[in-house]
């Protein structure tokens, strides 16, 4: 194994999230499109120079009246100012309001993922289950590959080092080990026996959670018969009935207790997480798009009426003031038919509702 190898297993080993983390920023980079801004911004630059250039041709700084120009200026903005405040503040209480109804949603199924994984740290220590297998992944995982993990497994190591563990502990049933052993996230035995518990997930998390639910899943779809629970104490069992309630607000089927958890799983895959991610990304971004451009259009209207005042109270020789008034003019003008611009492509994107309100 080459040192950069060594490097990659040792990171994956302490740190198993962190390449799913750098993945998933990649993916939102490629899939942003920076277009719009890069338009909005040359046109900005044409405006303000265009103007300022126009003023400057079209004036004299001798008989320039700067004072009444940037008390016109200075009313004017702070019109707009506590316009755009105003708004901002209604959009951004609107926008609690909605989220405070998305986090009831993710709390309720965050739940359900918590019992979820309570019954996967069950599975884990069924020990007839995985005895079944004549790799018995569970003794040899557990006792000579306590360092392995699934994103280890299935990404960090050398071909041959893959080949003889695949060997050791095989391929499907020791894969569906490691994604009962992923869903742990290395809490602590303690943890999963906590009769109260409240825990929210990240999108990292729950990306990782749906592979280590469809490796168990596609064992038990493919797996023999022999792997079934039948073996298993009744108080295990009993563990796992009462998460299983939680879940689903009903006992478990002991006498189909294999395909019981296989539909669980399935469950799990095909909605649980799926909802989750779709209502956590949600509610885990920072500003909208037109909020975002609004704020950064209050800001330079601020940095330009603060600027005003201050020119209009000091005194500065009459050709300094006359360019630094000049100067604020286009830039107000170019800002405001920024803000003109972002109204207008806002109106049709905030009309079209895309998210699902109902899930």
Do not use: C
């Amino acid at each position: 194994m080459n040192f950069v190898k060594k490097i990659k297993l040792k990171i994956l080993e302490k740190y198993p999230r962190i390449f799913q983390t750098y993945n998933l920023i990649i993916d939102k980079i490629a899939s942003e499109t920076h277009l719009n801004y890069l338009v909005r911004w040359i046109f900005y630059l044409l405006v303000l120079f265009g103007v300022t250039d126009v003023l400057i041709s079209n004036t004299n700084y001798i008989t320039f009246d700067r004072k009444q120009i940037l008390n016109l200026l200075v009313t004017t903005i702070s019109i707009i100012v506590a316009i755009i405040i105003t708004y901002l503040f209604s959009k951004l209480f609107s926008e609690k309001a909605e989220r405070v109804q998305r986090k009831i949603i993710i709390d309720d199924l965050s739940y359900k993922l918590t019992s979820f994984r309570n019954i996967a740290f069950q599975l884990m220590g069924f020990n007839s289950f995985w005895e079944a297998s004549k790799f018995n992944p569970k003794s040899k995982i557990d006792y000579n590959y306590k360092w392995l993990t699934y994103e280890i497994f299935r990404e960090g190591l050398e071909y041959e080092e893959f080949l003889k563990i695949r060997n050791d502990i095989g391929e499907s049933v020791g894969q569906a080990y490691l994604g009962l052993k992923g869903l742990l996230t290395n809490d602590s035995t303690f943890e999963f026996f906590r009769t109260f518990k409240l825990r929210n997930y990240s999108l990292v998390e729950l990306d990782s959670f749906k592979k280590y639910i469809g490796s168990f899943w596609t064992f038990l779809d493919r797996a023999d018969v022999k792997f079934t629970f039948d073996n298993e104490g009744k108080f295990d069992k009993d563990l796992v009935d009462q998460n299983f309630i939680k879940i689903m607000n009903r006992k478990i089927d002991r006498e189909n207790f294999r395909q019981e958890i296989k539909d669980l799983f399935s469950y799990f895959d095909g909605e649980i997480i799926q909802k989750l991610y779709y209502l956590t990304s949600l509610n885990s971004k920072i500003f909208s798009v037109t909020f975002s451009n609004i704020f950064f259009n209050l800001l330079i209207s601020m940095i330009i009426l603060i600027v005003s005042l201050i020119v209009f109270s000091i005194d500065v020789n009459a050709l300094q003031s006359y360019l630094i008034t000049v100067f604020l003019v286009g830039l107000f003008i170019a800002n405001t038919f920024d803000l003109a611009v972002i109204i207008f492509f806002s109106i049709k994107k905030e009309l079209v509702i895309k998210d699902f309100y109902k899930i």
